[in-house]
């Protein structure tokens, strides 16, 4: 290099650089909008939720104070709360295998029909169409202990009708009975999607080879072929049932004394009834991690089952 | 060749027919396949060879007609009670299984009882593990003589497509059935293993013994393997018979087209009353009883044109314009247009030895002169049938 050349404005590298770095701006202006929404609306409110569930803090309150895990231990010392927890669990474990395994044979009876399977679809599809709090209105005609259909059909059988929402027994099977009602037409329609993915040559060969009975036709081909989608529906179902809220809020608002409190419904008390944000960001956190550690397990039983075509 | 029991019942359809809808597929057809034979059923997609496949394997029901294999009736057994296996197109090999799972399903489902096949019930049964013991011998033993006794814990998705071509050739051979029935088993591979697939399996008809039914639109792979070959077309047998007999001794002028490649040359040819036909000006000697001025068919096969060197050159000629010679290394093929009304065309196939005598003779000058041998050349009557005259011994009595 000659000492006499003068030196070029920019230096070399950020000639070569300024290409490259205005992409990078590029890409993450285009980036940007969704990005700030998404930390907006999901990653900022969890924070949110974190900091607030350490603190006392009263909706429409002047000062607050942070209390550390005093909201934590006392969502445990809660019976309200921890009768919260189980009814949701409950109600999981009614709604979560019932709905899966009646969309699994709901979706088998209707893909055996030919000219009658748009029929069966939509007839079992239209619980998912209609808006749960409105049929929830409509359940509790149909349950009532005097005026519904239900209490009519079994007094020509000399029946007396339970109470189905105010006995505290059959409160929550009976929220459970409206949610798989919802919730198996959806699985069924996914199911169904599963189902016309198999290959009609495996049905061939597994009865050429002897698998030709319904359990082993089953067994052999259609279960395991439909691994992925069961997963699926599995863990969407799972959510659904956590997420329960619409059906208490409406028809039991957690009674009777609490037998049909769900989580969701504590919250909601707690939050807008109470306007103790503090205490109920704290339990919001406690669902989120039982939903989560639920949610994983079940991915990872499955993962290691299903068969990925 | 191992021939078991040399005319013995394999399989006999009598009578099938079968319609989809408004589409007649198959057409009263009778058939009966040797046992220990490797028959082709040949054609055309959409002649009905398939659906006459999973008709012999019970998949598909026929509107008419029985099916018997080895003098039994089985028209009312479900396909797994048939004592048939079958190669699918796709394979349809169990995705979520291991091969070792896919080759002992058959043998399962013959030797468990329904309730040792149940997921956790099935741990019950204190005789299932002695049976699944002897299962896996015979899987292994099949596998070993597949060559695939390396892959038997992968899954299909793992294999290669010649793999998965032997695995379902083992899951059919596992069982030892009377009949194999193979739907295109080889449509699926590269063209290189097709070859030696093609040898695999003609060797394995040889070992085994077992009567094969194959179901091909390919001709290479119908004349290579099969003990006979039935071509079919819209749903009827145009022909049954050795490679040699479809090739030397074609029934009808569509077989003679099918059959062989490249395709033979048809030529309009006209009765002249007394046992001969007049192509153009040429007059050519066939012992036939047509009246004169019936239109008929002459077919030539590509082999049957000769150059008119040394021996080759006396004999019926015929004059011709070279329109296109390829080099097929052994051969070369003459693409040409000869002199007849309509310069039909027509392909000329030389070794290229003598390609090389013809050209150093200045015989690929235009006009060619093109002598006809007295093997491979066909006379078809106005409906389409090789007249009972044989051609060949027709043209070397000149």
Same mark, same amino acid.
């Given at each position: 290099m000659d000492a006499a050349v003068p030196l070029p404005r920019e230096s070399i590298t950020t000639r070569v650089l300024r290409p490259q770095r205005r992409r990078a701006l590029t890409g993450a202006a285009f980036a940007a909008p969704a990005t700030i929404l998404l930390a907006l609306i999901h990653v900022v409110p969890i924070f949110v939720l974190f900091a607030l569930s350490a603190t006392d803090y009263e909706l429409g309150a002047i000062a607050t104070r942070a209390v550390g895990l005093a909201n934590y231990e006392r969502a445990f010392a809660d019976p309200a709360f921890r009768r919260s927890l189980a009814n949701t669990f409950l109600y999981v474990a009614i709604v979560l295998p019932a709905s899966v395994l009646l969309g699994l044979l709901v979706a088998l009876l209707v893909h055996a029909r030919t000219r009658s399977r748009s029929l069966y679809e939509v007839i079992y599809f239209l619980p998912v169409t209609s808006t749960l709090i409105a049929m929830a209105t409509v359940w509790q005609f149909v349950l009532h202990p005097t005026l519904g259909p239900v209490a009519a059909v079994l007094r020509a059988f000399d029946r007396a009708t339970p109470s189905f929402l105010t006995e505290p027994a059959l409160v929550l099977p009976t929220l459970a009975f409206i949610g798989i009602w919802q919730l198996v037409g959806f699985n069924m329609v996914l199911f169904l999607a599963g189902l016309s993915t198999i290959p009609r040559d495996l049905y061939e060969a597994a009865a050429l080879d002897g698998a030709a009975g319904a359990v082993d036709r089953f067994l052999r081909v259609t279960w395991p072929m439909l691994g992925p989608t069961t997963m699926f529906v599995t863990v969407t179902s799972a959510i659904t049932a956590f997420k329960v809220f619409d059906t208490v809020a409406v028809l039991t608002q957690g009674g009777p004394m609490g037998a049909s409190s769900v989580v969701l419904y504590a919250i909601y008390l707690e939050a807008?009834?109470?306007?103790h944000l503090g205490y109920a960001a704290a339990l919001t956190v406690i669902f989120l991690a039982f939903v989560i550690v639920f949610a994983l397990a079940q991915a990872f039983a499955f993962d290691r089952r299903v068969h990925y075509a | 060749m191992t021939e078991r029991g040399g005319g013995a019942e394999g399989v006999r359809l009598s009578g099938i027919a079968k319609a989809f809808g408004a589409t007649q597929v198959i057409d009263g057809l009778d058939l009966a396949v040797r046992a220990g034979e490797f028959l082709t059923l040949l054609g055309?997609?959409?002649?009905?060879k398939s659906t006459l496949l999973r008709i012999i394997a019970g998949l598909e029901r026929p509107d008419r007609g029985t099916v018997a294999i080895a003098g039994r009736t089985v028209d009312h057994l479900p396909p797994a009670e048939r004592d048939v296996a079958m190669v699918f197109q796709s394979y349809?090999?169990?995705?979520?299984?291991t091969v070792a799972g896919n080759l002992a399903t058959p043998l399962e489902m013959r030797r468990l009882a329904l309730f040792e096949r &149940?997921? &956790?019930?099935?741990?019950?049964?204190?005789?299932r593990r002695r049976v699944m013991r002897g299962i896996l011998a015979e899987v292994c033993a099949v596998a070993e003589a597949l060559r695939i006794d390396h892959l038997l814990e992968r899954k299909p998705a793992q294999l290669s497509g010649g793999q998965r071509q032997r695995v379902a050739l083992g899951r059919a051979m596992v069982r030892r059935p009377s009949v194999f029935l193979m739907d !295109?088993?080889?449509?699926?591979?590269d063209a290189a293993l097709r070859v030696e697939v093609r040898h695999e399996l003609a060797d394995l008809h040889a070992r085994l013994g077992t009567t094969f039914i194959y179901v091909t639109h390919d001709q290479l792979e119908a004349m290579t393997m099969s003990s006979r070959i039935a071509l079919m077309d819209r749903g009827r047998i145009l022909q049954l018979g050795t490679p040699e007999q479809l090739y030397d001794r074609p029934a009808s002028l569509a077989v003679a087209t099918f059959i062989g490649s490249p395709s033979l040359a048809v030529l309009e040819a006209v009765a002249d009353g007394a046992g001969g036909i007049r192509l153009g000006s040429l007059r050519l000697p066939f012992g036939h009883r047509f009246a004169s001025g019936t239109r008929l068919s002459l077919g030539i096969r590509p082999e049957a044109f000769a150059l008119p060197l040394g021996p080759e050159a006396d004999g019926p000629a015929l004059s011709a314009r070279l329109a296109r010679a390829e080099n097929l290394g052994a051969e070369w093929h003459l693409h040409v247009r000869l002199d007849l009304p309509g310069e039909p065309a027509a392909i000329v196939r030389l070794p290229a030895a003598e390609y090389a005598a013809a050209r150093a003779a200045g015989?690929? !000058?235009?006009?060619l002169t093109l002598v006809l041998r007295s093997r491979g050349v066909h006379l078809f009557g106005p409906d389409g049938a090789r007249t009972a005259a044989d051609s060949a011994r027709a043209l070397a009595a000149e």
């Open positions: 807008f009834q109470y306007f | 055309p997609s959409g002649c009905g349809a090999l169990y995705p979520h299984m &149940l997921p &956790l019930v099935k741990h019950l049964s204190p005789r !295109e088993p080889l449509s699926n591979l015989l690929l !000058e235009d006009p």
